[in-house]
């Protein structure tokens, strides 16, 4: 059977960008626009503070405490899409929450400790040195590298519904999954040439929408 034709052209109808979905969030009654930028975000705040040393209750509140921020600073209009890097905001956003978390946990152990907290002492401490992992990585790095991660798993997203969910399938169990091609074929009922087409069509789009996004966080 002939393969679809290459939907490449269906680019600027895949879902919004972020620059897009920010400015949609000035409008508090849009819920879809509100629900698509919490769930494409909530998880990667997670696991950056998640691996910045806290606890997934900690993680969970730093989420919430974000958005709250987010929202609020998206109110008062302290966030322009023309200015500045997206990037930068959202990290900055979710950055004190995460210094909040352990100055909660550093006040908690030192009140069962019986122990007298000193915040003046705890602010002489850098940011950096209170938010690294035991490898020594600082939060701007491990913001990095997991915002590269988030960036392949929404350009992936997207790029699902700009193919045929076969030529999808193929390309996620050959280049996803690191299937052989002899596998790919025996299981899927696919000839080789099928493979290395999905393959390089679904390879070219994911490489496309991948450095649009990463362009877009740096606005």
């Known amino acids: 059977m002939a393969e679809p034709v290459d939907k490449e052209e269906k680019i600027s109808n895949s879902p919004q960008t972020r620059k897009t979905l920010i400015e949609k969030l000035d409008n508090w009654s849009d819920w879809s626009s509100w629900d698509e930028f919490y769930r494409t975000y909530s998880g990667f705040?997670?696991?950056?503070?998640?691996?910045?040393?806290l606890s997934d209750d900690e993680a969970s509140d730093v989420v919430q405490e974000t958005f709250i921020g987010v929202a609020k600073n998206l109110q008062k209009k302290k966030f322009d899409t023309s200015q500045g890097s997206f990037k930068s905001f959202l990290l900055n956003q979710a950055r004190w929450r995460i210094l909040d978390q352990f100055r909660r946990r550093k006040k908690q152990q030192d009140r069962e400790a019986n122990i007298h907290f000193d915040e003046d002492e705890e602010r002489r401490t850098s940011p950096i040195e209170r938010c690294a992992d035991p490898q020594g990585v600082t939060l701007e790095k491990l913001w990095d590298r997991e915002w590269?991660?988030?960036v392949m798993e929404i350009a992936l997203r997207r790029v699902r519904t700009m193919v045929s969910p076969r030529q999808f399938q193929i390309?996620?169990?050959?280049?996803?999954?690191?299937?052989?091609?002899?596998r790919v074929k025996e299981e899927l009922g696919v000839?080789?040439?099928?493979?290395?087409?999905?393959?390089?069509?679904?390879?070219r789009l994911l490489k496309k929408e991948a450095a649009r996004l990463s362009a877009e966080g740096q606005r």
């Open 45 to 53: 705040v997670f696991h950056v503070a998640r691996k910045s040393g």
């Open 148 to 150: 590269k991660d988030q």
């Open 171 to 182: 390309f996620s169990c050959y280049v996803i999954n690191g299937w052989t091609p002899e």
């Open 191 to 203: 000839n080789a040439a099928q493979v290395y087409l999905a393959k390089h069509r679904v390879g």
